[in-house]
């Protein structure tokens, strides 16, 4: 089981932006969570707002619409009422963090197409996004993403 949990935070397989990333199976998800512990978890819905930057340029990556998601949530700029806030990501140094965390999804949603749905805002329904920081290694973070609805 540590040997999963190690993989998680050096994992080799690698997503098309050069991202680490992995998928786990919906009928064992203790495995994943063991060893590590949740720092938050919220809905986030992806709004038009999230795919541009304050200079109006679209981003080019999913990493960056949900930052700029969390951004816009904690400055109070959402309208959408089932987006929820986090107890993390209220500065943009935490916000930051985004570019190195490891994403994990669900195997039956693999992160590939996940992604573009998320660059395109196009995600059906809202993510559940969950951060979690491993217990073995203080300071590695990874994010869950599951879509919702």
Known sequence: MLDLITSLFFMNSIASNGSAASCISYDEPH???HRSMEVTDYIAAIDPDDLVG??????????DVLRQDRANVHRGQTTDSIETPDSFFTTPERRGLFESMN????????????????ESGTVAGFLEVTV??????????????????
């Open 54 to 63: 304050s200079d109006g340029v679209p981003f080019s990556g999913f990493r």
């Open 132 to 149: 979690f920081e491993s217990t073995v290694h203080p300071g590695n973070y990874f994010i869950h993403i599951a879509t919702v609805g």
């Open 31 to 33: 495995q994943l969570y």
């Open 103 to 118: 994403v994990v999804t669900w195997c039956y949603e693999p992160l590939e197409e996940l992604a573009g749905r998320i």
